[in-house]
């Protein structure tokens, strides 16, 4: 269902307090004490929204013919065979389980460490194949124990805030006996420190099951090593993808208790908290609440006397305004600055750098050379070719690398002896594949003949 | 001992590095009002560190009490004036007083600092402070000194509790400055905000007239028929 749907149809799905939804819980009580059929009539839904209607003082009775038509969607239907009656979905009996579980969590009493070790508990002797390790801790199997615990840690941060809103509600009351708060307090208080023993097992048992599974993990790892030897390469490969699906189980295990963990440690803070105030409190309880007695007349004598003007309230012409260290700091913007003449910016001059300069002009005039060096030779060739001699191109490259000692020299003018023969009709290339090397072996060519 | 003592009085300290690093600031935010926890860690602990020679720095050049104060298990510096006189602050640009819907406001809030005692983080969302205006004992006397009107049906229209967000925003925003409170993500009409232990230099202020306040109020309301006769 796509989540616009839910926006749309969110009355009918959860029907608010006198639309239905106190009508819903008021019948599935009846029906549970046995007061009422499964299937009831029209006649028994009207009783009920008047007996609501008195019990929450309200001043009028919901009409059933105002809600029926969002009630029929979901949450009551119309009997087939028995026109006149009409029964619960088992919706919306869910949907009360589910809140009544929400209230009084099935967990609330027992134990964490009890749910964590009826699912966390690892037996090495009974893992020996990889099947067994997914049989007992695969993703699928776990899913549900993770639930079990997740629901458990929620169960019990419920429980805590519930315990941490009466412990303030009971510092609100104005009761004088001290004796009787304190009392109040530590009973509270018992909640706690029973909660904070359960956590700590909870976190052992933990850490014991992780290191067991890291055994099981290392000793798949360890099969591994023992096919090493072996020719058997599926029994090989076998062994590394057990291992893989060992590791797994254990990164999805250890990601699930990262989880836990910062659920964990969140109660356990909420737990510290409270009883540092609680040591706190009982220190100094009767001076604080005292104290707070007398802000409060302060306070409620402030609002009797105080009257109102559009600017703020104004009191008492008498009464003692108190005043603070207060420097208001004083940053000033200017936006218009005149600035003082500028300073003109001193020129620099960098001397020149004779050995660079010589260097560049060493490397410009070599590569004059070397262009002029290679089109000497190309006109010697052009030369040699209209006096009809063949010219062999590794053959000449050899002789231009011992000639001028340059191998750069030797391949620009063969680029260019060829690059002529394709430009130049009457020069004929004629090409055999067979690789000859240079002189200096850092190029190979094909036999090239160039004829005319 | 005898340079330590010299140090003291000295003024030394103000050339060590750390000191001379963050002084500025520190100062800043005192003379500002600030109370510091130790949320302003650096400052804090620059305070903490140095605590004598600061005291002697702010009681013999500005005539100021630095207070290391502590409350429900924190503390906190911040500057005061030593009983007799308003220090070297005597031009009122340089001290404040606290209006009166400032008083108020911080006096409600000290109520709500004490009512959650448990709560480790004192988050206060606007949803309760309208429901204190709306529906708490007080109600009538919170309507009629914010709206100018008591209303049982709290029809109060957006123009109405426009006037009232303004006000309870400003005395937020001083709040915040001088570290009673702290704002928290903005949200559209009062931003949410946690109410300090700091706040309690409030009552501080009001010792005499809290320590014995039947008597404070028969002061009051001598002087007010003085003031008639």
């Not at chain 1, 007996?51 to 029929?72: A, C, G, M, T, Y």
């Not at chain 1, 850490?207 to 099969?223: I, N, P, T, Y």
């Not at chain 1, 011992?402 to 063969?414: C, H, K, M």
């Given at each position: 269902?796509?989540?616009?749907?839910?926006?749309n149809?969110?009355?009918?799905?959860?029907?608010?307090q006198f639309?239905?939804?106190?009508l819903?819980?008021?019948?599935?009580?009846?029906?549970?004490?046995?007061?009422?059929?499964?299937?009831?009539?029209?006649?028994?839904?009207?009783?009920t929204?008047?007996?609501?209607?008195?019990?929450?003082?309200?001043?009028s009775?919901?009409?059933?013919?105002?809600?029926?038509?969002?009630?029929?969607?979901?949450i009551?239907?119309?009997?087939?065979?028995?026109p006149?009656?009409?029964?619960?979905?088992?919706y919306a009996?869910?949907?009360?389980?589910?809140?009544?579980?929400k209230?009084?969590?099935?967990?609330?009493?027992?134990?964490?460490?009890?749910?964590?070790?009826?699912?966390?508990?690892?037996?090495?002797?009974?893992?020996?194949?990889?099947?067994?390790?997914?049989?007992?801790?695969?993703?699928?199997?776990?899913?549900?124990?993770?639930?079990?615990?997740?629901?458990?840690?929620?169960?019990l941060?419920?429980?805590?805030?519930?315990?941490?809103i009466?412990?303030?509600?009971?510092?609100?009351?104005e009761i004088?006996?001290?004796?009787?708060?304190?009392?109040?307090?530590?009973l509270?208080?018992?909640?706690?420190?029973?909660?904070?023993?359960?956590?700590?097992?909870?976190?052992?048992?933990?850490?014991?099951?992780?290191?067991?599974l890291?055994m099981?993990?290392?000793?798949?790892f360890?099969?591994?090593?023992?096919?090493?030897?072996?020719?058997?390469?599926?029994?090989?490969?076998?062994?590394?993808?057990?291992?893989?699906?060992s590791?797994?189980i254990?990164k999805d295990?250890e990601?699930?208790?990262?989880?836990?963990?910062?659920?964990?440690?969140?109660?356990?803070?909420?737990?510290?908290?409270?009883?540092?105030?609680?040591?706190?409190?009982q220190?100094?309880?009767?001076?604080?609440?005292?104290?707070?007695?007398?802000i409060?007349?302060?306070?409620?004598?402030?609002?009797?006397t105080?009257?109102?003007?559009?600017?703020?309230?104004?009191?008492?012409?008498?009464?003692?305004l108190k005043?603070?260290?207060?420097?208001?700091?004083k940053?000033?913007?200017?936006?218009?600055?005149?600035?003082t003449?500028?300073?003109?910016?001193?020129?620099?001059?960098?001397?020149?750098?004779?050995?660079?300069?010589?260097?560049?002009?060493?490397?410009?005039?070599?590569e004059?050379?070397?262009?002029?060096?290679?089109?000497?030779w190309?006109?010697?060739?052009?030369?040699?070719?209209?006096?009809?001699?063949?010219?062999?191109?590794?053959?000449l490259?050899?002789?231009?690398?011992?000639?001028?000692?340059?191998?750069?020299?030797?391949?620009?003018?063969a680029?260019?002896?060829?690059?002529?023969?394709?430009?130049?009709?009457?020069?004929?290339?004629?090409?055999?594949?067979?690789?000859?090397?240079?002189?200096?072996?850092?190029?190979?060519?094909?036999?090239?003949?160039?004829?005319t | 001992?005898?340079?330590?003592?010299?140090?003291?009085?000295?003024y030394?300290?103000?050339?060590?590095e750390?000191?001379?690093k963050?002084?500025?600031?520190?100062?800043?935010?005192?003379?500002?009002?600030?109370?510091?926890?130790?949320?302003?860690?650096?400052?804090?602990?620059l305070?903490?560190?140095?605590?004598?020679?600061?005291?002697?720095?702010?009681k013999?050049?500005y005539?100021?009490?630095?207070v290391a104060?502590?409350?429900?298990?924190?503390?906190?510096?911040?500057?005061?004036?030593?009983?007799?006189?308003?220090?070297?602050?005597?031009?009122?640009?340089?001290h404040?007083?606290?209006?009166?819907?400032?008083?108020?406001?911080?006096?409600?809030?000290?109520?709500?600092?004490?009512?959650?005692?448990?709560?480790?983080?004192?988050?206060?969302?606007?949803?309760?402070l309208?429901?204190?205006i709306?529906?708490?004992?007080?109600?009538?006397?919170?309507?009629?000194?914010?709206?100018?009107e008591?209303?049982?049906s709290?029809?109060?229209?957006?123009?109405?509790w426009?006037?009232?967000?303004?006000?309870?925003?400003?005395?937020?925003?001083?709040?915040?400055?001088?570290?009673?409170?702290?704002?928290?993500?903005?949200?559209?009409?009062?931003?949410?905000?946690?109410?300090?232990?700091?706040?309690?230099?409030?009552?501080?202020?009001?010792?005499?007239?809290l320590?014995?306040?039947?008597?404070?109020?028969?002061?009051?309301?001598?002087?007010?028929?003085?003031?008639?006769?």
């Amino acid at each position: 269902m796509s989540s616009e749907a839910l926006y749309n149809q969110y009355n009918l799905l959860l029907p608010s307090q006198f639309d239905g939804g106190y009508l819903i819980i008021a019948l599935d009580e009846k029906i549970e004490a046995g007061d009422l059929d499964e299937q009831f009539t029209l006649k028994e839904i009207e009783e009920t929204l008047t007996e609501i209607s008195h019990r929450f003082e309200q001043p009028s009775v919901r009409q059933w013919h105002h809600i029926k038509d969002n009630l029929f969607h979901y949450i009551i239907k119309n009997h087939l065979d028995e026109p006149g009656k009409y029964f619960l979905t088992d919706y919306a009996k869910s949907l009360l389980d589910m809140m009544r579980n929400k209230l009084n969590s099935p967990y609330k009493n027992q134990p964490l460490k009890k749910s964590f070790e009826e699912f966390f508990t690892l037996r090495i002797e009974e893992i020996k194949e990889i099947e067994d390790l997914e049989r007992k801790f695969g993703r699928m199997v776990m899913s549900f124990p993770k639930k079990i615990i997740t629901d458990h840690l929620e169960g019990l941060d419920d429980e805590l805030r519930e315990a941490y809103i009466k412990l303030n509600e009971l510092l609100g009351n104005e009761i004088q006996e001290a004796v009787a708060l304190v009392k109040a307090f530590a009973l509270t208080f018992r909640k706690f420190g029973e909660r904070a023993e359960d956590i700590t097992e909870v976190v052992r048992s933990k850490d014991k099951f992780l290191r067991e599974l890291q055994m099981v993990v290392d000793h798949f790892f360890a099969a591994i090593d023992h096919t090493k030897l072996s020719t058997d390469e599926v029994l090989k490969n076998k062994k590394v993808e057990d291992w893989k699906r060992s590791s797994e189980i254990y990164k999805d295990i250890e990601k699930f208790f990262t989880v836990v963990d910062h659920k964990i440690n969140a109660s356990r803070r909420q737990i510290y908290n409270a009883s540092e105030k609680l040591s706190e409190l009982q220190e100094y309880f009767s001076t604080r609440a005292n104290y707070r007695l007398q802000i409060q007349k302060l306070l409620g004598y402030v609002l009797q006397t105080a009257k109102y003007s559009a600017n703020g309230i104004v009191l008492e012409k008498n009464f003692p305004l108190k005043s603070l260290v207060y420097e208001q700091s004083k940053m000033f913007y200017l936006k218009h600055h005149e600035f003082t003449k500028q300073q003109p910016n001193a020129l620099i001059i960098i001397p020149s750098d004779v050995a660079y300069e010589r260097e560049e002009q060493d490397k410009i005039e070599h590569e004059i050379n070397r262009q002029q060096t290679i089109n000497e030779w190309v006109n010697k060739v052009k030369q040699q070719l209209s006096e009809r001699k063949n010219i062999v191109l590794d053959e000449l490259m050899n002789t231009i690398f011992t000639e001028e000692q340059d191998f750069s020299i030797a391949y620009g003018v063969a680029s260019e002896v060829v690059a002529l023969a394709s430009e130049n009709p009457d020069i004929n290339i004629e090409i055999k594949q067979q690789l000859t090397a240079t002189q200096q072996n850092e190029l190979a060519l094909w036999k090239i003949k160039i004829t005319t | 001992m005898e340079d330590k003592n010299n140090d003291i009085t000295s003024y030394g300290f103000l050339f060590e590095e750390r000191v001379e690093k963050h002084f500025a600031d520190v100062n800043f935010m005192l003379l500002s009002g600030k109370h510091i926890d130790e949320k302003y860690y650096t400052a804090f602990s620059l305070l903490e560190d140095n605590a004598e020679q600061f005291t002697r720095f702010y009681k013999n050049l500005y005539n100021l009490n630095l207070v290391a104060d502590r409350f429900d298990g924190r503390s906190y510096f911040y500057l005061d004036f030593f009983d007799t006189a308003k220090g070297k602050f005597t031009d009122s640009s340089r001290h404040k007083e606290l209006t009166e819907t400032q008083t108020l406001v911080g006096l409600m809030l000290l109520d709500i600092y004490y009512k959650r005692f448990f709560d480790e983080h004192k988050i206060v969302r606007w949803a309760e402070l309208r429901n204190i205006i709306l529906e708490s004992e007080q109600q009538d006397a919170y309507k009629r000194i914010l709206f100018s009107e008591v209303r049982a049906s709290n029809t109060y229209d957006a123009r109405e509790w426009g006037n009232v967000h303004k006000k309870i925003n400003s005395v937020i925003d001083l709040f915040d400055k001088i570290g009673w409170v702290e704002k928290q993500t903005p949200s559209e009409d009062v931003p949410d905000f946690e109410i300090k232990p700091a706040i309690n230099r409030l009552a501080k202020i009001y010792e005499r007239e809290l320590t014995d306040f039947e008597a404070f109020i028969l002061e009051l309301k001598k002087e007010d028929n003085d003031d008639i006769s």
